[in-house]
C-alpha cells in the first residue's frame, strides 16, 4: 500500500499479559523501524529490519521485547509480560533501499498501548 | 548522532510566514537535515530534508548556512491547519546509522 498501516490503534492489556502490535511498510520500501513514544514528543528507537533481517536493535531492550518481519507478513512487535511503563505510543515507519542520506522515513500513525 | 536545539513553542497568525529555526552545532559532514511534522493522534509527516543552502518543495522551504551548524524551516502564509509540533533531525544514514533520533519538537500553535 501506499501508507505504513498499523494495527491495532489501541491496545489495552492487564499488567503481565503479552501485547503484539502489527506493521505493513509501504510496498517496495524494505527498511523497517519501530520507535516508542513514552512521554508527548520523546521518541525512542527500538529496532529497524532491512527485509527480514535485524539491521539495527541497539534500542531494543534486552528482555521481554521481541520483533520480526517475515516474508509476506506484517512485521510485529511483541511484548511479553507487560508492565505499567510499557504504556506509550508505539510507531513504524519505513524506507526505501537506497542507501543515501535522502531517503526519508515514513510513519504509520501508531498503536497506543494501554497497560492497567 | 548530532543534537538539536529548537524553540519548545511558537504562536503564529493565519497568514503569516512562520520560521522556526534548529541549532546543531555538532553536524557532521555525513549529516543531512530533516523536519517532520507531528500531528496528534498520527505519526510524524516528513516535510523536507536537505544538505546545504536552499531547498524548496511545495510545503515548505529548508535554509542552511554554509556552516550548517543551524538551519530554518520556513513555512509560508500558515492556516490553521498547520498547528502540530516540528522536529528538526540530524544524521547520517550510512549502514548501521539509520535510526532517527527524535528532540522536543516545537509546537507551533497558528491563531485566527
Known amino acids: 500500500g501506499e501508507e505504513v498501516a498499523q494495527t491495532p490503534k489501541h491496545l489495552v492489556r492487564g499488567e503481565g499479559q503479552k501485547a503484539k502490535l502489527y506493521c505493513a511498510p509501504i510496498?517496495?520500501?524494505?527498511?523497517v523501524f519501530w520507535y516508542q513514544q513514552v512521554l508527548k514528543n520523546e521518541f525512542k528507537f527500538l529496532i529497524s529490519f532491512q527485509n527480514e533481517n535485524v539491521f539495527d536493535e541497539t534500542g531494543m531492550p534486552k528482555e521481554r521485547f521481541s520483533a520480526k518481519c517475515l516474508p509476506n507478513s506484517p512485521c510485529s512487535l511483541e511484548i511479553q509480560a507487560t508492565k505499567l511503563e510499557d504504556s506509550a505510543v508505539y510507531f513504524c515507519?519505513?524506507?526505501?533501499?537506497?542507501?543515501?542520506?535522502?531517503?526519508?522515513?515514513?510513519f504509520g500513525d501508531g498503536t497506543r498501548l494501554s497497560i492497567l | 548522532l548530532a543534537k538539536t536545539t529548537q524553540p519548545i513553542s511558537m504562536d503564529s497568525y493565519e497568514g503569516q510566514e512562520v520560521n522556526i529555526t534548529c541549532s546543531h552545532n555538532?553536524?557532521?559532514?555525513?549529516?543531512?537535515i530533516t523536519w517532520y511534522q507531528q500531528f496528534p493522534s498520527q505519526g510524524p509527516r516528513f516535510i523536507i530534508q536537505g544538505y546545504k543552502t536552499k531547498v524548496t518543495n511545495e510545503v515548505a522551504s529548508l535554509f542552511i548556512p554554509a556552516d550548517r551548524k543551524s538551519s530554518t524551516l520556513s513555512l509560508p502564509r500558515v492556516s490553521l491547519s498547520d498547528t502540530a509540533v516540528y522536529y528538526c533531525?540530524?544524521?547520517?544514514?550510512?549502514?548501521?546509522?539509520?535510526?532517527?533520533?527524535f528532540g522536543k519538537g516545537t509546537k507551533l500553535s497558528v491563531i485566527p
Open positions: 515507519a519505513s524506507s526505501r533501499p537506497e542507501l543515501t542520506g535522502n531517503q526519508p522515513q515514513h
Open positions: 555538532n553536524i557532521a559532514t555525513n549529516d543531512y
Open positions: 510496498k517496495g520500501h524494505s527498511y
Open positions: 533531525l540530524v544524521g547520517a544514514y550510512g549502514a548501521g546509522s539509520y535510526q532517527l533520533t
